[in-house]
């Protein structure tokens, strides 16, 4: 559905002209995510208030176009593509920290707000926003919403939806509404709060955000253990959590995900390591150095080669860079990547982490895993040519696959990237028919004409 | 709408006849709950399980008649009321822990536990469910999900929402659904879950719930401060939080309080106490100290007339009783309580706290203040003879005058005890037209036939 002239007239009297364009060099900027999907949207709009968006929303209706919101596009699942053409409603402008609230531990901030920068500023404030996307130097607040972010930290801290106390959107009616609370606790009317967060940008445009803080913890030291066998690190992370440790984090890495970082670096991490943890502990200097005892020791009995723990902040830094250059690095690989976001119960990862490495001896595939072992979130990557019709197949086949196994363990096909364009041939695999049309009601409530980023997360 | 005798020979075929009641003395034991008010149901019916709630409700749909789960009928504000007559579900059978996972911190089990029997339970695996309400021991596990109780651990923990995976329930239409993962993250599809928790029994009816738990700390402490002024008390409290010290509770007594319980147990808490704290801190034993350090330095700095901290987990105990009979202790201030559940910042705590003292002035009433002073949520309890129509508008009236000044200060009128009926009237002081539409949607989404739990929350 082509945007008319007129329509477009319309759109740049809302924001000015300089805030709107459909020149082709813009359309393509705001084209692709980070799935390297191509749709080419309409028109690209950067509203500069809640009242602009809710203008654009009400021609959206008034008029039949789409409309998309997006904060960075960094997004994993195409959550923030234009798969139907449409209007892609850029939030960037929309980036003022507002407010930090030291005496009540809470924090108002717009949408467009990068997550990198707001950690900063509570930092500076002695202040923790604990949730922290790999992607947090080139995500939003927004974003991370819109998906229900999580990141390492969640294993102790947990994700996005547990810091959100309230909000302000633009319903898909160009209505708007206030969700939640400014306080800790309040139970007035269902949570819309919960509802708008990880609705995937599909049940309203957020444009201010309540965040809790907590206080920031005065030490964190970061350890790694290198284990001889991706079997033996998956149930070192079982172990640790079964012995009543719980680290702000406990990443891992297979062998596969050591090698590529070591060659994209030109470094050398571990010399022989089948996987790598690398975990980090927070609180008081008492506790933090008890914990780091409790640790290794543990860690030794599940026959470690190699526990290490970072002397300096700089070390820290070095292995945590490490960690962030896998997504880049993968592509010594191949061209392409397919990546995945599944959970299992964390009893379950040696047994995941055995079907994958059968998998990979069976398909010839590369499979690399890394990931949030400690809340049982394995990223795995199948890295192809894409172009190659039947390691294409073949790779779609051992996704699906891999899903089943995970539903079957107990788990969940995503448990951050979200569900978008790339999961959503896969979501009756996990959701029922009753739930699915449950949801897609609730979908009709909030977008009764049905504007607002289509062609995500439910299956037509 | 009384329940026909075919009707009633129908839900008697579901469940069996023992489990089905329609005599006067068992219909007056299901015609209250705390709020005291009194609407006698046309039946109450005992399922055993999810099947037979399914054909219940089924049946409630084709004939017409209201619905009203129920846990304990300990519930504030009238959850479990049948206000326009109908069939208690009485979830009481469902009452078995189906298990502890400890290796993956998690725990299965259905509403109709008591909450204090799962502490119990968890406990004796050296795991922690931390949501607490003060009626733990006579409060159902999916009572509390329904309101999304809270207690006076959330400080440090969370309320009942931060606690919950995932749910299988059954819709008011008699479909079966499940919500959410065994995980601890997810995010696939919208967050069902956390509409059904603090949806107050108006959604759909839980059946299990899948529970997130910790590890049990390994130490806990117990310490109160004595103040001669209220005020220098809540001024207490802004400072621990402002200055990042996050102790597991800060529960605060005022002076009626302190004197109602003393009266009631027939012994002294504290001389000349204007106002009391209680404080809980919780962790590893250096951890403990330290902060019991921290708290002691504080809290002379705010004038604290005494603080002492509990030095056996005998005389813990009994600060806690001490705490947890102010409900039934103030009626020795007179026979009928309005019982409120406010929260705001916590840097406003000082302001509602001179707000309260100025009308009590004002008005001669009886009011109570105590509560969970560490997340701004205050209960104040009118005490009055509610047969004195003069005392009553005068209660009613003040009522309001605190929830608008609630309000103002950016608080909530409730905070763990849910809208009710109580609440209902004053709804659209905290809520909007809009999102109180949206939500209406929404119960009609679930609920098409409206048969389920008539009469709560939305103002008709």
Chains 1, 2 share one sequence.
């Not at 633009?170 to 609370?181: N, Q, S």
């Not at 079997?231 to 062998?255: H, L």
């Not at 569900?419 to 977008?447: A, C, S």
Request: charged letters at 25%; hydrophobic letters at 40%; one cysteine or more.
């Amino acid at each position: 559905m082509a945007l008319s002239d007129s329509i477009y007239k319309k759109l740049r009297r809302i924001t000015g002209e300089d805030n709107c364009s459909r020149d082709m060099e813009d359309l393509a900027c705001y084209a692709y995510d980070a799935t390297a999907k191509i749709f080419l949207p309409d028109a690209v709009i950067f509203p500069g208030n809640q009242s602009e968006i809710s203008s654009i929303l009400k021609l959206a209706n008034t008029e039949g176009f789409y409309v998309i919101p997006r904060g960075y596009g960094s997004g994993m699942t195409g959550g923030s593509l234009a798969v139907k053409g449409g209007v892609i409603i850029a939030m960037t402008r929309l980036n003022r920290i507002l407010k930090i609230d030291r005496e009540n531990l809470v924090a108002y901030a717009e949408p467009g707000v990068v997550t990198a920068d707001f950690h900063k500023a509570v930092e500076n404030e002695d202040l923790f926003y604990p949730p922290d996307p790999s992607s947090s130097k080139f995500s939003t607040l927004g974003g991370n919403l819109s998906e229900c972010a999580g990141g390492p930290r969640a294993v102790k801290y947990g994700v996005t939806k547990d810091y959100v106390l309230g909000l302000e959107a633009v319903l898909p009616t160009g209505d708007l509404i206030k969700t939640g609370v400014q306080t800790v606790k309040g139970v007035v009317g269902y949570d819309l709060t919960r509802l708008l967060v990880g609705s995937e940008g599909t049940l309203g445009i957020i444009t201010r955000i309540t965040l809790r803080l907590l206080p920031l913890p005065r030490q964190v030291r970061t350890m790694t253990a290198v284990f001889e066998k991706m079997e033996s690190a998956a149930e070192a992370v079982s172990g640790i959590i079964k012995n009543s440790i719980i680290p702000r984090t406990i990443e891992f890495m297979d062998q596969a995900a050591i090698k590529c970082v070591e060659k994209y670096l030109d470094i050398q991490l571990f010399r022989d390591a089948g996987a790598m943890l690398l975990i980090e502990v927070d609180g008081s200097p008492d506790e933090v150095e008890g914990q780091i005892r409790q640790l290794e020791d543990l860690l030794n009995g599940y026959h470690a080669k190699q526990v290490k723990t970072a002397a300096t902040k700089e070390d820290a830094e070095k292995l945590w860079k490490a960690r962030k250059t896998i997504s880049p690095a993968l592509f010594t690989y191949g061209p392409d990547k397919i990546n995945e976001d599944i959970v299992v119960p964390r009893s379950k990862i040696p047994e995941m982490v055995r079907k994958i490495k059968s998998l990979k001896n069976k398909t010839g595939l590369t499979i690399v895993s890394f990931g949030h072992a400690g809340d049982g979130n394995i990223h795995f990557n199948i890295m192809l040519d894409k172009k190659n019709s039947e390691e294409l197949k073949k790779a779609e086949a051992t996704v699906g696959e891999l899903f089943d196994f995970t539903l079957e363990l107990g788990g969940t096909i995503s448990g951050e990237h979200g569900v978008g364009i790339t999961k959503r041939p896969y979501l009756n695999r996990e959701l029922g028919p009753v739930e699915i049309d449950l949801m897609k009601k609730i979908k009709t409530v909030f977008d009764p004409n049905g504007i607002l980023n289509p062609g995500k997360i439910f299956p037509e």
